[in-house]
């Protein structure tokens, strides 16, 4: 894509991570990955694990891997379709994520249980600041403007942000 868009990890509680306009800064996910212990791991449902697998290979830079592992989940767990959709739109493929979030209900449990919250990061023209969509009520308002082409600074303004 044109521009460096990405996914930034906020460790925190997502009632705390609001949809914002803010100065770009540097990101660095890599302490944001999801532990999950071992013995727990293997008593885990098929999609439980898909999503865990697909949020740490995001975290580790790898999108195709990360895609993969998403859409074994997406179907099942509402926070591996939202994933699944940041992904798609980092990997250039906005139609399908505009499917994906046509008809997306949120339903956070697993986010706010492990204090990650992905938030899409979408740079304005002029590369100073950027439109932080996270996953409150105006955040998936401003992810679907963006998924109809709109630009940061179209959907701060019509936020009013």
Do not use: C
């Not at 009632?15 to 293997?42: C, G, H, W």
């Not at 898909?50 to 099942?76: H, M, P, Q, T, W």
């Not at 938030?119 to 600041?129: E, M, N």
């Amino acid at each position: 894509m044109e521009k460096n868009i990405q996914i930034y990890i906020f460790k925190g509680h997502p009632d705390r991570v609001k949809t914002q306009v803010a100065p770009v800064f540097e990101i660095d996910n890599s302490e944001s990955y999801m532990e999950i212990p071992f013995e727990f791991y293997l008593d885990m449902p098929e999609e439980e694990k898909a999503f865990v697998e697909g949020f740490n290979k995001y975290i580790d830079g790898d999108l195709k891997g990360s895609r993969r592992e998403l859409a074994k989940s997406a179907s099942k767990i509402p926070e591996a379709k939202y994933m699944f959709a940041l992904v798609n739109i980092l990997l250039g493929k906005t139609r399908e994520a505009q499917f994906l979030l046509s008809d997306f209900k949120p339903q956070w449990k697993r986010f706010i249980q492990t204090w990650r919250v992905p938030v899409l990061v979408v740079p304005f023209s002029s590369g100073d600041k950027a439109l932080y969509i996270s996953i409150d009520e105006k955040g998936l308002q401003a992810l679907a403007y963006f998924l109809e082409g709109k630009t940061a600074e179209e959907i701060a303004f019509i936020l009013g942000l």
